[in-house]
T-cell receptor, first 111, second 119 residues
Framework: SQKIEQNSEALNIQEGKTATLTCNYT??????LQWYRQDPGRGPVFLLL?????KEKRKERLKVTFDTTLKQSLFHITASQPADSATYLC??????????FGTGTRLLVSP | GAVVSQHPSWVICKSGTSVKIECRSL??????MFWYRQFPKQSLMLMAT?????????EQGVEKDKFLINHASLTLSTLTVTSAHPEDSSFYIC???????????????FGSGTQLSVL
């Protein structure tokens, strides 16, 4: 069966450290993968997109890697800040229209 | 960036009543909008794809007569939960793509969501 797995347990880190979140998938062949941030009671906000032929993408303190052999994406936040605390969702794009979302990982950054 | 406005942000209703949720693209035209449902600590589940001027496409297991979708213009889609019951209580979120953007036009712009509580 098709699955998108993200760590269900919250990730607790200290301010200034690098947070690394994992997204693993099975039985999908995504053309691209996206990461979103979601705050409680709010809709997700787009962060980064990485395509199947790209290994790495960066945007300011954010870095995403995409390994289609391992079927895994890693999402890094460097120099993390308490304001980065949120739930982060990965989403697979298998066609132009639909995105399939993972369950998300909650990140807590302590001062 | 593109803005999607969703209204209301929360609603409480009695069992058996109908509730309408609006989703508007404020600064772009959205020929396609998507409606998601999210339970606490769970993923966004796609309910249906709303197409301007035509019938919505519903995902497997979603009752089209229960969740009525109307996409009458390029900037407005509505979701009506008919004869709501407590099990319909959930967080409903709409989203759209800005087809006018040529770069990364696969990304979705989300509304702020509607928390529905059915008593």
């Amino acid at each position: 069966s098709q699955k998108i797995e993200q760590n269900s347990e919250a990730l607790n880190i200290q301010e200034g450290k690098t947070a690394t979140l994992t997204c693993n998938y099975t039985n999908y062949s995504p053309a691209y993968l996206q990461w979103y941030r979601q705050d409680p009671g709010r809709g997700p906000v787009f962060l980064l997109l990485i395509r199947e032929n790209e290994k790495e993408k960066r945007k300011e303190r954010l870095k995403v890697t995409f390994d289609t052999t391992l079927k895994q994406s890693l999402f890094h936040i460097t120099a993390s800040q308490p304001a980065d605390s949120a739930t982060y969702l990965c989403a697979l794009g298998t066609g132009f229209q639909k995105l399939v979302f993972g369950t998300g990982t909650r990140l807590l950054v302590s001062p | 960036g593109a803005v999607v406005s969703q209204h209301p942000s929360w609603v409480i209703c009695k069992s058996g009543t109908s509730v309408k949720i609006e989703c508007r693209s404020l600064d772009f035209q959205a020929t396609t909008m998507f409606w998601y449902r999210q339970f606490p600590k769970q993923s966004l589940m796609l309910m249906a794809t709303s197409n301007e001027g035509s019938k919505a496409t519903y995902e497997q297991g979603v009752e089209k007569d229960k969740f009525l979708i109307n996409h009458a213009s390029l900037t407005l889609s509505t979701l009506t939960v008919t004869s709501a019951h407590p099990e319909d209580s959930s967080f409903y979120i709409c989203s759209a793509r800005d087809r006018g953007r040529t770069a990364t036009n696969e990304k979705l712009f989300f509304g702020s969501g509607t928390q529905l509580s059915v008593l």
